[in-house]
């Protein structure tokens, strides 16, 4: 599938997600799809003072992870300082013009680069009597940024800051779905996900249409949704899918 189907879908069971290492599956996956590598989605806190009931899901490299907490960056950082000055995204590459940049700031946007970091573009999220947070993605020192894909982006990270700000702070998830797949729906899904059709998946699988299309309807109704295409999602926030699944 592509990207913005990928996205438009997700928003649409994005409540299914229930635990955060899922979550983080689903974006890595979402990144691999638009061609990024890096992902963070965080409140604007300083961790080590107060982690309760924040969001702090991120794939960056671990040495810059550990700088990054261990220097207290979480206030300084630049990209954090003008997600408080905007409603929408922004590319790390405007940052001169947006605030003044400090010979620290300069020191800190290179180590990242050093890091593995490279161009990037970051989605503030504003919640009235909430900390400030922002979901941003990256790319390798180097890549080119696939801005093509930015008005994508900007609602995948408001999609997913939402899903985990619901898992956020959470010891026990409880999901209000206990909807799942079964074998055969799981094998129809990922055929699905493949782009075949409903008489394509029956040749394959060797059944009737009018099978392919019970089943369907049968994995809609359980999961609540009226599109075949968003079991795709709902098998990859449920886990019977994975995304090596829906690779050709």
Known sequence: MHLQSMVTNFYDVMDLIDTPDRLSNLMSGFCSIAEIRYFALTHHID???????AVHLH??????????????????????RVSQLRNVGFTWSTLPTLI???????????EAHHAGLGLGYTV?????????????????PGAD????????????GRFAFEAARRLAGTSAIHNKYHAHLTER??????????????????????ISPDTVNDHLKHARHRFGVRKST???????????????????
């Open 59 to 80: 794939n960056y490299p671990a040495d810059f992870a550990r700088y990054y907490h261990q220097n207290g960056l979480m206030i300084r950082d630049p990209v954090h």
């Open 124 to 140: 503030p999220i504003h919640v009235p009597g909430e900390h400030t947070g922002s979901c941003s993605f990256a790319v390798a």
């Open 230 to 248: 968003l079991l795709i999602i709902c098998g990859l926030v449920t886990g019977a899918i994975t995304w090596s699944d829906l690779i050709c």
């Open 145 to 156: 940024f696939p801005c093509q894909s930015i008005p994508l982006l900007e609602a995948l």
């Open 185 to 206: 729906e799981r094998e129809i899904v990922i055929l699905l996900g493949h782009g075949k059709s409903e008489k394509e998946i029956a040749r394959i699988l060797q």
């Open 100 to 110: 003044p940049l400090s010979t620290r700031d300069i020191d800190f946007l290179q």
């Open 47 to 53: 961790f080590s003072q107060n982690p309760n009931g």
